[in-house]
């Protein structure tokens, strides 16, 4: 579904060897839920941008269905980090964003929509404007908008970043519900290495020194997973693991 090869970037022209990213290769498989960590300022989000078509890379290939894609504006579902509603615009209107931007037909999307927000437990704040609703409502109308672009790749940039444990948690039950029904393939930032195991097929590691390369490790770990699987053997092994990793990698 997604190749991307030798990706690299920098922000700044007058030195091109200061990359926020050098040569990444990264290959996502249909319906896979795949995550990517590294430390902050790593390059994660400059990632995400990068496959969404906002910006564009100084070298590599990004492939969406095996196509080279170089105008991929659109082409993919993306959450960025902040939720961006907008927030003269009620829960409705945020969400039709996507539909209004390809002129699709509003009132039919409606309906969609609705019953959307009744299974996402937002039914009564159709009408209501993001400043009041709860961290975990905002993060679940974004969602809703970033699933309303239709769009089978989905880029969730540290969707759960700003919540509390016990809304994470019931965001993660969700999620892993949400992600086994619709079959949407998912890549997915996080700083939190709970979240990513319990969620994944995959990990990607994105060293924080753009020299080295990234790494990947897969999380053989069986499904359906709830959130209550963080407490098992398995699971603690897997985390003891990737942190070697992260360590060894510091
Ligand atoms: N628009 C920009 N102009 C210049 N530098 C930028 C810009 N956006 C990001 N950077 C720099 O690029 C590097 C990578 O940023 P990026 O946001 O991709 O990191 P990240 O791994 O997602 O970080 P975090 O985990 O903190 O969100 C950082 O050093 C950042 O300062």
């Known amino acids: 579904m997604l190749s991307v090869k030798d990706l690299s970037y920098t922000f700044s022209n007058e030195d091109p ?22 430390t902050s300022g790593s390059g994660k989000s400059t990632l995400f941008k990068l496959i969404a078509g906002l910006l564009e890379p100084i070298e590599g290939q990004i492939q969406i269905n095996g196509k080279q894609c170089d ?7 993306y959450m960025p980090q902040k939720d961006l509603l907008l927030p003269w615009r009620t829960v409705m209107d945020n969400i039709l964003l996507p539909i209004e931007l390809v002129k699709e037909n509003k009132k039919q999307k409606m309906v969609e ?17 993001p400043h009041e609703l709860s961290g975990g409502m ?23 970043g700003a919540l509390d444990s016990m809304t994470k948690r019931k965001m993660h039950s969700w999620l892993l ?9 998912v890549l997915f930032i996080t700083h939190d ?12 590691l994105l060293p924080s020194d753009s020299s080295q390369i990234i790494q990947e490790v897969k999380i053989n770990l069986p499904r359906p997973r709830s959130s209550n699987f963080i407490y098992q053997s398995e699971f603690i092994e897997m985390r003891k693991e990737l942190e070697r990793l992260i360590h060894d990698e510091g």
């Open 17 to 38: 060897s200061k990359q926020i990213l050098s040569r990444v290769s990264i290959d996502i498989k249909t319906g896979e839920f795949v995550s990517v960590i590294g």
């Open 113 to 129: 929509i609705r019953e959307w927000l009744t299974r996402f437990g937002l039914s009564e704040y159709e009408n209501a404007y």
């Open 177 to 185: 519900e949400l992600w086994g029904e619709l079959q949407k393939t």
């Open 138 to 160: 905002r993060q679940r109308v974004a969602f809703l908008r970033t699933l309303m672009t239709g769009r089978d790749l989905l880029l969730l940039d540290e969707p759960f």
């Open 71 to 77: 105008k991929r504006l659109g082409k993919v579902g």
């Open 193 to 204: 290495l709970e979240e990513a195991i319990l969620l994944s097929d995959r990990i990607y």
